[in-house]
């Protein structure tokens, strides 16, 4: 049980701290600054993504895939326009699962800015059932009862992505791709494009008489002028094999990568930082994330780099589709 407390120093309220139930132990403040499996097996896996579908609308594996820095940038699927493009479509084959569940694998993240730039921060307690700072901070905001922790609150809820392991067909060669996106609770996101797509034309995920789907992309810009991305539609093409090589298809379909090797998950002490308005700092001494004073002195004030793979996705800002 956590519980808020302001911290008073020289007589004045400075913050509002967490504690824990005896009231010893100073877990992190809140800095209101910061804006901050797989579905039951069913008979085919058009009723599997559609159970799942339906699910959302109403309403891992712990070994780990050695793979470099270099390599993992090209693991990430991206729908987003280069800066040199209005406009342009992208092409992409989902993959068939080899048990025929749901491609769609859903995992919960935090959507909240680290040093001035958006990230999308795995949930470990809506995803594994463990502790996560974020989502402490969230649910003591909305126990209040509020209007204003309540908005402040949507700045720690985690939202439900979808993660999808994809061939992307202008860069083969990369091999398996993860193509991650929102689930839209006003039904408009890109699983309501797929979804029509499956009903009508079949599973567009079988390896010899699937679709390849056709993404269009254009740009839009927000009430203050900033430039973004939007999937337009998604179109299909006609049936086909997944490859003409029976050798490259096998190895496509088989490939034990999964999304939870290119797709980081952070430690609760990175968590903590963010949760109190910190930039964790990987420190190489301790061999963990430090923020705060620990940092100053650890680091001595040195500035270092917190990220050296950034998921082309990362700077992304949250959408407002939540009912909240």
Known sequence: M????????????????????????????????????????????????????????????????????????????SAILQKNEKSASRRIRI???????????????HEIQVNGQWVKLYDPEKNDNERSPLTEVYNELISTGKKEDKELASQYRSRLFYIVKVIDRDNEQDGVKFWRFKHNYKQEGVLDKILPIWKAKGDVTDAEKGRDLIIELTRAKTPQGKEYTVIQTIMYDDPQVLHKDKEIMEGWIQDELTWSDVYSKKPVEYLEAVAVGETPIWSSELKKYIYGEEAEVSLGGAKQEINSVIDPQADEEPSEDLPF
């Open 2 to 77: 956590i519980t808020f407390h302001n911290y008073i120093f020289e007589g004045r309220i400075i913050f509002p701290f967490l504690f824990d139930k005896n009231k010893t132990s100073l877990i992190f403040f809140i800095d209101k600054r910061v804006k901050t499996k797989k579905l039951f097996m069913a008979n085919s896996v058009l009723d599997s993504v559609l159970a799942q579908y339906e699910k959302n609308s109403t309403s891992s594996n712990n070994t780990k895939t050695n793979i470099s820095q270099e390599d993992r940038l090209k693991k990430y699927f």
């Open 95 to 109: 993959l068939p699962t080899k048990d025929g569940s749901s491609p769609f694998v859903e995992v919960w993240y």
